[in-house]
């Protein structure tokens, strides 16, 4: 993998997500490390973005959200 694949970070209050970045791999990892150290009662996590959970609009598709 290089830098440039993309990742996906998300931050979570429970089971809700209120954090979802994505961004190159080592941009990914120093959001990861800002929102783990602003917000310590979230979990976080980062994974690299498959293609097939993007939409046409280029935005990552979210499966809770976009589901209702």
């Keep these: 993998m290089t830098d440039s694949t993309s990742h996906q970070v998300r931050a979570w209050l429970g089971e809700h997500l209120v954090i979802d970045y994505v961004g190159p791999r080592g941009a990914a990892a120093r959001f990861e490390d800002a929102i783990g150290r602003s917000f310590t009662s979230l979990r976080v ?6 293609d097939d959970v993007v939409t046409a609009g280029g935005r990552p598709r979210h499966p809770q959200a976009d589901d209702r």
């Design 45 to 50: 996590t980062n994974e690299p973005l498959m």
